[in-house]
C-alpha cells in the first residue's frame, strides 16, 4: 500500500567521500535511462543519461553504469559536496511510453 | 534554457470542484508529460502527449483529463476533484523520444 513507499531510502556520506546511488529498472526493453537530482521544492534536474549500447557515461564528477543482464544502474558521484544533498531518482524510457521512475534515494552530507 | 511554467506553485480546492492545471514550455519540444508525486513514491505518470491534440493514459490516468489545443501548452484537468487527488503536479517536456525531459517547479494542490 502507499504507506510502504513514505520511507525513501537514504544514503548518508562524509563530505568529500564517493557516493553510489543504486537503481534496479523494470523493462528489460527499456533503451535510454536517466538520472535526475531533485532539491527541496524544486522539479527535478537532469544529471546524466545513458542509452542502452553504453554500458559506462561519464559526466563532471559524476558516472552513470548501466548493467543490462541484471537491470541495474548505478549513480557514481565523486567527492561529494553538501551542495549534492538532495534526492534521486532513476528514470527508464519504456518503448512507446513516457519516462518511468523510481522511488528515489535521499542523499545527506555530512560535513 | 529550457522553461517549463506551471501557471500555480500552490492550489487549494474543494472536493467536487473542477480543477485546471496549466503547463506551457518554450522550446517547441513536441512531448509533453504529467506526473504526480507522492512521498516516497516517486514520480508517477498520469497522461502525456506527443503532439498538438494526442494524448496517451500514463499509468494513473483515473480522474484526470488533459488537453493540448496548442504545441506549447499541456493542460491537466481534474474533473471533480477528490481529497486523494491531493499531491504535487510536475508538468514536463522533452524533444522528441530518447531526450530528456525538463521539468517544471511543480504545482502543490491540496484538495479540502
Known amino acids: 500500500g502507499e504507506s510502504v513507499g513514505l520511507h525513501l531510502p537514504t544514503l548518508s556520506v562524509q563530505e568529500g567521500d564517493n557516493s553510489i546511488i543504486n537503481c534496479a529498472y523494470s523493462?528489460?526493453?527499456?533503451?535510454?535511462f536517466i538520472w535526475y537530482k531533485q532539491e527541496s521544492g524544486k522539479g527535478p534536474q537532469f544529471i546524466i543519461d545513458i542509452r542502452s549500447n553504453m554500458d559506462k557515461r561519464q559526466g563532471q564528477r559524476v558516472t552513470v553504469l548501466l548493467n543490462k543482464t541484471v537491470k541495474h544502474l548505478s549513480l557514481q558521484i565523486a567527492a561529494t559536496q553538501p551542495g549534492d544533498s538532495a534526492v534521486y531518482f532513476c528514470?527508464?524510457?519504456?518503448?512507446?511510453?513516457?519516462?518511468?521512475f523510481g522511488s528515489g534515494t535521499r542523499l545527506q552530507v555530512q560535513p | 534554457d529550457v522553461k517549463v511554467t506551471q501557471s500555480s506553485r500552490y492550489l487549494v480546492k474543494r472536493t467536487g470542484e473542477k480543477v485546471f492545471l496549466e503547463c506551457v514550455q518554450d522550446?517547441?519540444?513536441?512531448?509533453m508529460f504529467w506526473y504526480r508525486q507522492d512521498p516516497g513514491l516517486g514520480l508517477r505518470l498520469i497522461y502525456f502527449?506527443?503532439?498538438?491534440?494526442?494524448?496517451e493514459k500514463g499509468d494513473i490516468p483515473e480522474g484526470y483529463s488533459v488537453s493540448r489545443e496548442k504545441k506549447e501548452r499541456f493542460s491537466l484537468i481534474l474533473e471533480s476533484a477528490s481529497t486523494n487527488q491531493t499531491s504535487m503536479y510536475l508538468c514536463a517536456s522533452s524533444l522528441n523520444v530518447n531526450t530528456e525531459a525538463f521539468f517544471g517547479q511543480g504545482t502543490r494542490l491540496t484538495v479540502v
Open positions: 528514470a527508464e524510457n519504456r518503448p512507446l511510453r513516457a519516462l518511468t
Open positions: 523493462n528489460s526493453a527499456s533503451d535510454y
Open positions: 522550446m517547441d519540444h513536441e512531448n
Open positions: 502527449s506527443y503532439d498538438v491534440k494526442m494524448k
